[in-house]
């Protein structure tokens, strides 16, 4: 049996490596170890301080796992008031707020600036008395907050005890707690399967997680948390630069944002602005605008504060990703798999940068569960170049219109349009096509209605024949949208096959179409046949069979018959093909009507080039993840990934601590500065090239 002193020592050495792995996983994304080893590590922590309670300390990571709940919240005062920030949305706002600054400074000195993303997430003030956590609190209305110790003590990425040098006895730390978009989808999908009812955004999800009495619920779920700034500190100092500062907060193991950055002038603040807002919809967690502070802290004091906000802080906004519009109608379009999708046709709002007016609801399930009907005033998502959907139903009863624009913090929207004029009905699903009027139907076990016209439905072969004219799929050049869509109505195109029946008199007679365009696309559809064997599946259209899995299938068999002639339990053996997936190809190829179309394009002339067979882990570049951004001059980014595809490279479409290379061209940006970040390996296309020519 060990003495108290071994103990004590070995719970110290095991709280000391369990806090180091902890900062490693939750603030540097760099795991030093594997999750059994920490696991391993943590429950003899927990054995040894369950069978001696009197060793258990107020910093253990133990103390993480929550606690029973409490009877309610208790109030803090805040002795340093926790302040907004103004906001401004435009270049010239930014100009203007420097102006006012070098005014009251009495000079023209350009200031420094530090600028960091801003967090769309709950403010709070942590509270250290000689370097361990003693308070957690709320900003509330800036002067008076609510206490959530309890809650804040199992979030991982905050320290209960500081460590290293020049630690002030008592120290205020301000930042935000948030919630990332992966954890927060794994949450939600977490919660379908058990039945429970969903988030609406991760911001939502971290502000009523701190606000739980019972802090075990707190501790499942995935909250973090940056620092931003520090409010009263005793018994010691800090630098006068806000940089230095983060940096002193970083020794002590405090999280801060890694995209923190020191700028000089208001230029230097709207580049970084713009950089920022190209990474956001890169970033794994929400951001709302950036936060741009005088560097110096003695600067800001000269400054001091307005009524409720500092004169040397300033919140530069992106245009919202989220606002409320009215749902005035609901059509439900079809798609190349037949597949009906509800569109929701809305009152026009501007959301995440441009005027949307349509938004997906995904499919019936998702109109249930947001319990939306038309006429309904809903909060619309828009993020980047992410399709606009509805999020949440905003109930009439429960918000009045005159408190509308409070409700989305949308200072620039204009409430007064957002009226519920349309009268309310459900949303009722078709029972037949809206296209072919062929029944709708629906499989055992699947969310989606289908219409089960296949290619006799006009709106699944004008879908077809984009797929498979598309760069991806036999990339036939000059074959758009309009022409494909002139081609059915006229009758000329009935089939995937029929492309190739095409000639130069009959395509030149189209609208719009003269003897040199015809000629070209006949050109294009020639050029076409000679494809390779992936192409050629992933063009045909089989559901669940993309682009990577065409390519396993052409490599694990090697020719089309082959192919074809599989059955499931051989399909079960191509890497990442599944039980559905081998369902599907399977039951493609053994219709007849698929099977006639493959001998008709076949007789056609289209030519599926074989390939050797080659086991998929023998290949080259097998178990690498690979990315490719920017522009390449000798070939374009699709051509790049399908010929990394072929070396065995797994090719994503971010960058993540698991990539293994990235391929830079001209006007590489987030994707290039995440790679430089997290100290990945990256090429130009000379050095793509001569690695394509090695292994040829």
Not at 115 to 138: F, N, Q
Not at 144 to 166: A, F, M, Q, W, Y
Not at 201 to 215: E, F, H, K, V, Y
């Amino acid at each position: 049996m060990q003495d108290s002193a071994d103990l004590q020592a070995e719970l110290g050495e095991l709280r000391r490596l369990i806090n180091y792995h902890n900062t490693r996983y939750y603030q540097l994304d760099a795991p030093a170890i594997p999750d059994q080893d920490y696991d391993r590590l943590f429950q003899r922590l927990l054995d040894i301080e369950a069978a001696h309670p009197q060793l258990v300390s107020a910093d253990s990571p133990s103390q993480r796992v929550g606690s029973a709940p409490l009877g309610g919240f208790t109030q803090v005062v805040h002795v340093l008031p926790m302040l907004s920030l103004d906001k401004v949305f435009t270049a010239d706002d930014l100009k203007r707020f420097e102006e006012r600054v070098l005014k009251r400074l009495n000079t023209s000195v350009i200031p420094e600036y530090c600028c960091e993303p801003k967090i769309d997430g709950v403010a709070v003030s942590l509270l250290y008395r000689h370097g361990l956590l003693e308070r957690a609190a709320t900003r509330g209305d800036g002067t008076t907050g609510e206490d959530i110790t309890h809650n804040v003590r199992t979030v991982k990425s905050v320290p209960l005890r500081l460590s290293g040098d020049g630690l002030p006895s008592l120290l205020e730390v301000r930042g935000e707690i948030f919630m990332t978009k992966s954890g927060f989808a794994a949450m939600n999908a977490e919660a379908v399967t058990r039945g429970e009812r969903t988030f609406v955004n991760p911001r939502n999800a971290a502000a009523g997680t701190l606000r739980q009495l019972d802090s075990r619920l707190t501790a499942r779920r995935p909250l973090t948390m940056f620092c931003y700034s520090a409010g009263l500190v005793e018994g010691g100092e800090l630098p006068d630069t806000l940089s230095a500062i983060f940096d002193r907060f970083a020794s002590w193991g405090l999280p801060v944002n890694g995209l923190r950055q020191v700028v000089t002038g208001i230029e230097g603040c709207s580049n970084y602005c713009d950089q920022v807002q190209a990474r956001r919809t890169t970033l794994d967690y929400e951001i709302d605008g950036v936060v741009i502070k005088l560097n110096s802290v003695s600067l800001q004091q000269e400054l001091g504060m307005n009524a409720r906000t500092p004169r040397w802080a300033m919140a530069f906004k992106f245009p919202a990703e989220e606002v409320a519009t009215v749902l005035e109608e609901v059509e439900f379009q079809v798609g190349r798999t037949g597949a009906l999708t509800p569109v929701a046709r809305l009152q026009p709002v501007f959301v995440g940068g441009v005027t949307v007016s349509n938004a997906t609801l995904h499919n019936m399930d998702e109109v249930r569960r947001l319990g939306v009907r038309i006429g309904d005033r809903v909060i619309v998502r828009r993020a980047g170049d992410v399709i606009p959907k509805i999020v949440q139903v905003i109930p009439r009863t429960v918000v009045e219109e005159t408190e509308l624009a409070d409700a989305m913090d949308a200072a620039s929207a204009d409430a007064a349009a957002i009226t519920a004029s349309v009268p309310l009905r459900d949303i009722v699903a078709p029972t037949h096509c809206p296209v072919c009027g062929s029944p709708v139907v629906q499989e055992a076990g699947e969310v989606l209605l289908r219409c089960s016209g296949a290619l006799v439905c006009r709106a699944q072969l004008i879908q077809a024949l984009l797929h498979f004219a598309s760069r991806g799929a036999m990339d036939i050049e000059g074959l758009g949208g309009k022409l494909i869509e002139q081609l059915v109505e006229a009758g000329l195109v009935k089939s995937l096959a029929d492309l190739y029946r095409l000639d130069v008199d009959i395509l030149a007679r189209l609208e719009r179409m003269g003897l040199k365009s015809a000629q070209n696309l006949k050109a294009g559809i020639d050029k076409s046949k000679a494809t390779s064997l992936a192409r050629f599946l992933f063009a045909l259209g089989i559901r669940e069979v993309g682009e990577a899995t065409a390519l396993n299938l052409a490599r694990h068999f090697g020719s089309l018959a082959a192919i074809m002639a599989a059955d499931e339990e051989s399909l079960k053996t191509v890497e990442d093909v599944g039980p559905v997936v081998a369902a599907r190809i399977a039951g493609f190829f053994a219709q007849s009507l698929n099977r006639d179309l493959i001998e008709q394009l076949l007789l056609l002339g289209v030519s599926p080039q074989e390939l050797a067979v080659v086991p998929a882990e023998k290949l080259p570049l097998a178990g690498q993840t690979w990315v490719v951004t920017g522009s390449l001059e000798s070939m374009d980014r699709n051509q790049a990934k399908a010929a990394l595809q072929a070396l065995g490279a797994k090719v994503a479409g971010s960058v993540s601590a698991k990539t293994t290379c990235v391929v830079a061209g001209p006007g590489a940006g987030s994707k290039l500065a995440t790679a430089e970040e997290l100290g990945i390996k990256v090429i130009n296309e000379p050095e793509l090239l001569a690695l394509l020519e090695q292994f040829q």
